[in-house]
C-alpha cells in the first residue's frame, strides 16, 4: 500500500462533499451548517452566498466567536421559495 503525499491528501479534503451537504435532508431543524455547504445548496460561489444574505434571499447567518453558521430549517425555508 503506497502512502498518499500530503498535496494530494489535501486536494481530496478540498473537493470531497461535506457530510452536512450529503444528508442535509435528514438533519434536523435546529441543526447549523457553514459555508461550503450553503454554497452547494445554493450553487454559487462564497461571494454570491453573500450577496443573496445582503439582498435578503438567504438569512443571516449565526456567529458564535469565530464561527459562521447558518440555521438548517431558515435554509429551508429560503430556498424553497
Avoid: Y
Wanted: with cysteine.
Amino acid at each position: 500500500m503506497q502512502k498518499r503525499q500530503p498535496q494530494e491528501a489535501l486536494k481530496d479534503s478540498r473537493t470531497a462533499l461535506p457530510n452536512t451537504f450529503t444528508h442535509f435532508d435528514t438533519l434536523p431543524d435546529a441543526a447549523n451548517v457553514r459555508l461550503p455547504t450553503v454554497e452547494l445548496l445554493a450553487g454559487c460561489s462564497r461571494a454570491t452566498v453573500w450577496r443573496m444574505i445582503k439582498d435578503g434571499r438567504l438569512p443571516a447567518p449565526i456567529r458564535r466567536g469565530r464561527i459562521t453558521a447558518w440555521n438548517v430549517g431558515e435554509l429551508r425555508q429560503a430556498l424553497a421559495k
